[in-house]
């Protein structure tokens, strides 16, 4: 990845923006990944592009066996480790565990339950890895091939706004599903510029027929399914859709 590209970004403005609520476009997206977790296989988990949130990894609890968070950013990855340290003034995210809870069970989760799943996701994280998938093994050899489930949201789109590179970084986090394993992604649709802040990032302007392409080179053709949401309410942050998909390993 370009070494530049993100030299403006502010974890804290990210987590601001997106993150100080629950927001419609990951209201889909958690939904989404809870359903497609319950046939997931056993094992090592991967949030490859993580940025500096938790989110995603509270519903991989009932099929993880160990807890990888992997981004570009160092910074990104500081604020994660505030989080599982228990730094006092750390992201609050129990509005996406409650979220998550709830949708797992269909009923509003106690504070108890809430506070028990983030204490398993603390146990759980195995380590928090510097990655780049601009790499043929972005996280380095020994993890390729190595995990049960990639988890991969909103990361290779918004990374670089050329296609053919978008298909690359794919492609290189997709080496990381083992055989039989699940890539869960999802992608920004018909997005060129993104708002964080005062700033502005560039995205891959990809859509859903872009994606099932790319996916159906490396997994199972009859595997992959892709789905479009619609979400009119971001359209000042760059966006109006992200599209939602999973596939499996060979």
Known sequence: MAKDAFDEWLPHDYLR?????????????IRYFVEQMRAA??????????????????????????????????RNLDEIERWRTGAPDAHDWVPFVRYTLACETGAEPSDGEIAAR????R?????LIQADAGLDDPMG??????????????????????????????????SLVAPGG????????????????????????????DLQA???????????????????????????GIILARARRA
């Not at 949030?47 to 990888?68: D, I, K, N, S, W």
């Not at 983030?118 to 996701?121: F, G, L, N």
Request: proline share 3%; glycine share 6%; with cysteine.
């Open 141 to 174: 050899a020994r993890f390729r091939g190595r995990f049960a489930t990639v988890l991969s949201p909103f990361c290779a789109d918004s990374a670089t706004d050329d296609k053919a590179v978008w298909a690359r970084y794919s492609r290189n986090i997709a």
């Open 123 to 127: 146990g759980r994280i195995s380590g």
């Open 214 to 240: 790319i996916l159906e080179q490396d997994f199972v053709k009859h595997s992959v399914a892709v789905e479009v949401r619609e979400t009119p309410e971001h359209l000042a942050q760059g966006y109006s």
């Open 17 to 29: 923006d997106y993150y100080s609520e629950l927001q419609e476009d990951e209201r889909y997206t």
């Open 118 to 121: 983030m204490e398993q996701i």
């Open 182 to 209: 699940l890539m869960l992604t999802s992608s920004l649709r018909h997005c060129r510029r993104y708002r964080v802040g005062s700033r502005q990032f560039t995205a891959a302007n990809i859509d859903e027929a």
């Open 41 to 74: 296989p056993e094992g090592p988990v991967v949030c490859f592009g993580c940025g500096p949130t938790l989110h995603h990894v509270f519903l991989t609890a009932g099929r993880a066996t160990e807890l990888y968070l992997a981004d570009y950013l160092q």
